[in-house]
């Protein structure tokens, strides 16, 4: 039982990283109909803007944690949200309404180009973070050597109450702001949204930059809650959380959030109970069988294919 | 287009708000950059060992890519209202001084000496370089060069008239026709040029680094071979694999394995893997061909990485990340082997002929087992095309659902496209362990799939003799710029974007099927 709520603890976290990634997929494929390829480097950029933000309070001196992760967020969340947009403009935009598979190439393309931008500048060795907030509550066992101690570390909660906002702020965005509607009507029909007056280009560019913001404080969690960074974390974090998007159904935002925390779970588990080697297998194993056998995911809606 | 309708009263005021519109692209240019670059770029992070992290500030260079890129949306910008000239002439300038001077002294110099200092000495002038990495100049220096190219193509745009859909059209169609006849001519000339490299290659500049040299051309052949492998699968079935190079493994580690345990050689063991390949495509390709688009390449990516996962996990299967070494190396049937010293009861080749033995020999005949081996591909996939099966590949590439009206069953269909792409991958998978001699997780990531996919859409899928370039395009390429092996992959990535940017159809794009119904030439109106 303690063995299996520390599981728990562990997966939700994991779970609310991936659900931030994923909401990146799931809305640009909702709006442009794409799988933007470079996202998950766009979250590893996230986590080196947070890194080296932390870096500069270390050596001007803010050591107040609160102010230090306040610098962090707003670091990481603003220069990130200029790479997803300079992301879509340079590799995307150019190639809208060409083939399925001119924007997935080019995607993939972006993807080498930033892992190894990053890998140039930032050199290629994996980059240990001090971390910054430690401790937390010990729920079960006594705290005793002997037996199997319950943690819930502070950071662990930090990680889930700041998704559960930026969610709740999320979604209120995307449900009642001026840009949440002409995001939904771009979504249903781009070329009649543009003849009623909405600016697809700079929609498609804001869900872009959100994405990126997103995906950048998924990164500054991650960078302190695992403290190591590299040029490469951003690959398989990426396909995960398009795991999760596709799970919860691509297209749907609460889907992604869902996808994400149970993808979460099940790696926190397979790895509890089964073996940590195989857990991205799991993650794999499982993204094929909901395609084969729930193609529209869990929340999504059926596609519908015009002849 | 408007504003070549504005380009003829060109007055001072037209010049000057075209300033002022200029201005500000470069300022918002200038804040995008400076944000892009300002911690990624300005902080270099370092860990030594036993220390904790700590970074060194390059705010230099962040100032010079905020000015360099700025100015260049500037002239752009200028451009764009009739104002060409600063956008020609500056990029032509900037792209010979700062990508020139580069190439030259990256052509000229020993890259051990390359230092960034002495880098730009070569033609005996010190010129001073925005950034220290001569490379980075280089790459600011193509910047240059597309800042001419878009002001270039303009300016023709303006002196000819804009495109109109007929023009364009009809343009396209030139240019299909010319790939066709590219790849008729071309194909035959580069098949005889391939089977003549040992008689060029003594009066070749690279004489002295014969066995280098053919080394890298098997490797561009090994990646032919997959490219049309992979052509089948994605160019005439138009399904979309990014987990090929699983198939590319399970040939490798077929042979690996069963020449390491059993002792079997590598013309035994070849249709051995070319055949438990195909049974792998067919067994991943069963449950998911149902799946369109994206989703078959989601999938297909995640099918990958599995395959690689468990060959680092299963470790008394497959040694895990050791990896599998001695495997046997190539030898000609039983015949002879290519070894120097023949192991008991067989022949080498060079006493087999009563020659000196020479390193070459083996590097020469791995070369011609590649390339008959990708001829066999080539030959299989072109027949294969005149065929039903081939016919119907092409027809559900083009339209699934009024294949299905027509009865012809598309799940079995893409079953055999996967089925055969895999076999070829398998063979050349496991002509690339005997190769190798060893092989190991690391061989096989999806860096290799992105790579073989790059090669077929650049080749303009479907296109055998562009996937042929292509391939020498991007493997060859990063061969002969090992120098640079730093920025390879960056530039690969960039060039990546670019070539879909420029032509999202690729090289030598003639994407039709091979058979159409005698429609075209009653349709173009007196044509």
Known sequence: ?307 | MTDIATRAPVGAQVRRSAMIEAGKEAAATALIVFLLSFFMVGFKTEANQGQPLGYVTQFVDVAWACVLVSVGRFAIALDRHGVSKPALIGGLLSFIYLAGIGVIGVAEQDPDSAAATGFYNVLGINVPMPFEQPMVNVIFGFGGLTMFGIAYRRLRVARHGALTVEVREATEERRAQWARRMSGTLGPILIVLAICVPIFMPISPWSNATRQVVDSLVLVLTYVMLGWGLNIVVGLAGLLDLGYVAFYAVGAYTYGLISTSFGLNFWECMPLAGALAATFGLLLGFPVLRLRGDYLAIVTLGFGEMIRLILINWKDFTHGPDGITNIPKIDFFGVFTMERHAPEGHVTFAEFFGMDYSPTQRVYFLYYVILVLALITNFVTIRLRKLPIGRAWEALREDETACRALGINPTNTKLTAFAMGAMFAGFAGSFFATRQGFISPESFVFLESAQILAIVVLGGMGSQVGVALAAILLVGLPEVMRELALYRMLIYGIAMVLIMIWRPRGLLAHREPTILLRRRTGNGAGK
Not at chain 1, 15 to 39: D, K, P, Q, R, S
């Open chain 1, 1 to 307: 039982m303690e063995y299996f709520l520390q599981q728990l603890i562990n997966g939700l976290t994991l779970g609310a990283v991936y659900g931030l990634i994923a909401i990146g997929y799931t809305m640009v494929y909702g709006i442009i109909g794409m799988v933007n390829f470079a996202h998950g480097d766009v979250y590893m950029i996230g986590a080196f803007q947070a890194m080296i933000m932390l870096l500069i309070c270390g050596v001007i001196g803010i050591s107040w944690v609160p102010l230090q992760l306040a610098l962090m967020l707003i670091a990481a969340v603003v220069l990130t949200a200029a790479y997803g947009w300079a992301v879509e403009r340079i590799a995307y935009r150019p190639l809208r309404g060409s083939s399925r598979l001119a924007p997935l190439i080019s995607a993939i393309g972006m993807s080498i180009l930033l892992e190894n931008y990053v890998q140039l500048l930032q050199g290629p060795r994996p980059k240990p973070v001090e971390p910054v907030i430690r401790g937390g509550f010990t729920l079960m066992g006594g705290g005793g050597t002997d037996t199997f101690n319950v943690q819930l570390g502070y950071l662990q909660i930090i990680i889930v109450l700041l998704t559960v906002l930026l969610m709740a702020a999320f979604a209120y965005l995307i449900a009642k702001s001026p840009l949440g509607r002409s995001q939904r009507a771009c979504e249903q029909d781009m070329k009649m949204a543009s003849l009623l007056g909405v600016n697809v280009d700079r929609t498609i560019s804001l869900t872009f930059v959100m994405g990126a913001a997103l995906a950048a404080v998924a990164g500054m969690m991650v960078t302190l809650y695992w403290g190591v960074n590299d040029f490469f974390m951003g690959f398989v974090a990426g396909i995960k959380a398009f795991t999760a998007a596709v799970l919860g159904g691509i297209g749907s935002l609460p889907g992604a959030m869902l996808g994400g925390v149970l993808i979460g779970l099940i790696e926190a588990f397979w790895s509890g109970y089964f073996s940590a080697e195989y857990k991205d297998v799991a993650a794999f194993a499982i993204l094929v069988m909901v395609l084969i056998f729930r193609p529209t995911g869990l929340l999504g809606r059926p596609e519908i294919e015009k002849v």
